[in-house]
């Protein structure tokens, strides 16, 4: 599993983001490192202890780094100098808190650290479209002329599927070989893809909502058993 | 003079450069609380004299010193002046790895670490940024070297040409860092890294003088 680590001019911050977004890691969260706070404790950032974060937070599958603003993108930066193995490093340009809610369940999911990188690149699109400034990033194309198979469920969850539902069904979709897509029929959306986390919260499905899963792949058949199991049961919320 | 610049006279000037810092260390906070978050004169003062700490005994070669300075810059300055200094440091070292040091290694070296900057910070001229007082000071430094100017020569011009660029910074909208934030409103004041980075060439001015 790849690591992360958050880099921020504020320890409080920083610790408070990182528990924000373990909270949707599940019982196998990411190892997430924090390198946050200036020298004396105050607002700032510093380069070496970066660099040491991220080689703690290695274990062989890369590192992705979350950063808040100004210096620690240049601190960060800077840190991939003096890292054990810069090659396995990457730095997302994802805003801080979306970036690393999505991070952590991706990563979770057993997502590589490409895969990763790619899905936190699209993080502040989630937000833009439930404000309704919707440009149409982050919704895939759908379909690959494969015939996909499906099955139809009503979500039952009081809040719909809200974050830690969806990101339950994000890290489900994302343990199988098959390329899932759910659309909210109620609302007449287009299909996402079922490994996105922000997509699939941009999507907003309220409780009493039908929505169609699809999956392609050799796995489709068992992803979409145990997703359905998963919407049937409510996530186990109730 | 002898027209090559020894380690001692490099270790004096990162001396010279940490001294300037804290005479001036109200000015550029005062300036950074202007058009950013008030924190450059408290947190160069304090990498500078991490820096200090760390040159007794004094680094036996040029690219050890600038290894040290540029190292811990980059850990105790706080704020993006510290991977843009430190960088700037870390790149002149190893231009200056062998052989004695002349005007025209420095001027190699001191290239090496404006183009380190430029790759970090992504700043260019006239974004209001320590660029706009290192660009110009560097060709000056080239062009006094041209005409045949030891380093003592090269340093002076260099150090003026970096307090006109400095000057000029002041009508300029700021395009990079947290006073890109302020927008139309950063015209008017000087920028405190064009600011911070004429003191350290006016600081190798003073020392190469004083060592000639």
Known sequence: ?????????????????????????????????????????????DAVAIAAAIDEADSGDGVLVLMDLGSAILSAE????????????????????EGLVAAVVTAAGGADLAAVAAECATAGDAKRRQLGEDDGAGVSASGTGEAAASFEAVVTNPSGLHARPAATFVKTASRYDADVRIADLDAGSEEISGRSLLALMALGVRQGSRVRVSATGPEAPAALAELRALIEDGFGER | MSGTVSTDDLVAWIRAFRDAVHQHKDELTRLDSEIGDADHGSNMTR??????????????????????????LVSSV????????????????????????????????????????????????????????????????????????????????AADAAARGRDATEPLVARKGRASYLGERSAGHLDPGATSATLLLEALRDTLADAA
């Open chain 1, 1 to 45: 599993m790849i690591g992360l680590v958050a880099v921020s001019h504020s320890r409080a911050l920083a610790d408070a983001a990182v528990e924000l977004a373990l909270q949707m890691g599940g019982e196998n969260p990411p190892t997430v490192r924090v390198a946050a706070g200036g020298p004396d404790g105050d607002l700032g950032t």
């Open chain 1, 78 to 97: 800077t840190a991939v100098e003096f890292v054990a193995e810069p090659d396995r490093v990457r730095l997302s340009p994802a805003p801080f808190i």
């Open chain 2, 47 to 72: 990498g500078l004299d991490a820096v200090v700490a760390k040159l007794d005994p004094a680094p036996a070669n040029a690219a050890d010193l600038f290894k040290t300075v540029g190292m811990t």
């Open chain 2, 78 to 157: 706080g704020g993006a002046s510290g991977p843009l200094y430190g960088t700037f440091f870390l790149r002149m070292g190893p231009a200056l790895s062998s052989g004695d040091v002349d005007a025209t290694a420095l001027g190699t070296a001191l290239r090496a670490g404006v183009e380190g900057v430029v790759a970090r910070g992504k700043a260019e001229l006239g974004d209001k940024t320590m660029i706009d007082a290192l660009s110009p000071a560097l060709d000056a430094w080239d062009a006094a070297v041209a005409e045949g100017a030891d380093a003592a020569g090269a340093a002076r011009a």
